[in-house]
């Protein structure tokens, strides 16, 4: 009988909010021009990533297995900003912060997901450099359309797992102190800090989920440019090398442009305290402004996607040509 009252009061004292108030800046005034600045973003990131993805969709020599893993970032890179910012711009420049317990988790598990594989496909493409650099005969055996199809099949997978469970996990929460989230979207850390209750193992999966998504493939891709460095430095003749190093920049600027500020504001806020709102500044440009660069920096270093706009083009000029010149007969005749 006792158990069951227990229980019963258990039950009596888990709270879950109607809606959570997204909080944004703390007393910074015209902070809705940062936000039209991020609505501008939003649309040079539609507009470069849906360009890229037509280029290698429409370009028969970019129908390769490492231009499938660039279409996924692409991809990652345009879903990603469009579960953030569309969202963003609603609470804060329409003044709709309060938003309903199931659509911030659905926002939670989206912003989480897609930041998630845009890490992981620059992975990919990191394994994708290091096999063709250090195992060239072999690179068209190993990295192959099946195989890329299945590791981003895997990566799918393991994410959709991984972040639901994080994003189920605040379901056993009892939130009483406040329903004011501390950010500029469902933020993950700010949710779970408003427990009432134990929130231990939301802590370990913040803290698995840093180590494991964001610092571990940092690690392995450094690795990865570690062994291509040696191999490189084995390379006779400097034409090859140069030649070389040209197929990596791209990549390397993606990912110096995607970890360097999400790891420099975690070892700083380990350090010294960071005011929120230079974490929400920080933290937004780095989740909004890589999207934005990536399909500008593989357009204009990539010598292959180059060469595709122009073939493109010109095929374009030939059959806008060509149907001028029928409609001229058709008119004649």
């Known amino acids: 009988m006792s158990s069951m009252q227990s229980n019963s009061s258990a039950n009596v004292s888990f709270v879950r909010p109607a809606t959570f108030f997204i909080n944004g800046f703390f007393n910074i005034p015209h902070a809705k021009y940062y936000y039209v600045f991020l609505s501008l973003v939003y649309v040079v990131t539609v507009l470069g990533n849906s360009f890229i993805m037509c280029i290698i969709y429409l370009a028969r020599r970019l129908h390769t297995a490492k231009y499938i893993a660039v279409f996924h970032l692409a991809l990652a890179d345009l879903c990603g900003s469009s579960a953030l910012i569309p969202k963003l711009i609603d609470i804060f420049l329409f003044k709709h912060q309060d938003i309903s ?115 571990m493939p940092l690690i392995l891709i450094m690795v990865s440019y570690f062994c291509i460095a040696l191999v490189l430095l084995k390379i006779a003749q400097g034409v090859d090398r140069i030649k070389a190093m040209k197929t990596c920049t791209s990549h390397f600027m993606l990912v110096a442009i995607f970890y360097v500020p999400l790891l420099g504001i975690n070892i700083a806020a380990l350090a010294t305290f960071i005011h929120p709102n230079a974490r929400i500044i920080n933290n937004s440009l780095t989740q909004t402004i890589p999207p934005m660069l990536n399909p500008i920096i593989y357009t204009l270093k990539t010598e292959e996607v180059m060469q595709s706009i122009k073939e493109l083009y010109k095929r374009n000029k030939v059959n806008t040509r060509l149907l001028q010149s029928k409609r001229l007969n058709t008119k004649g005749y």
């Not at 990191?126 to 072999?138: K, M």
């Not at 055996?141 to 605040?170: E, Q, R």
């Open 101 to 215: 317990y199931d659509a911030c988790l659905a926002n939670m598990f989206f912003v989480f997901h897609f930041m998630n594989l845009q890490s992981l496909t620059l992975l990919v493409l990191a394994y994708d450099r290091l096999v063709a650099i250090c195992f060239p005969l072999q690179y068209h055996a190993i990295v192959t359309k099946p195989a890329m199809f299945l590791i981003i099949g895997v990566m799918w997978i393991f994410s959709v797992t991984f972040i639901a469970s994080m994003v189920i996990l605040i379901t056993r929460l009892s939130i009483c102190r406040s329903n004011v989230v501390n950010s500029y979207f469902c933020d993950h850390g700010p949710i779970y800090r408003l427990a009432y209750n134990d929130n231990t193992i939301n802590i370990i999966m913040a803290n698995i989920c840093f180590g494991l998504l964001v610092c």
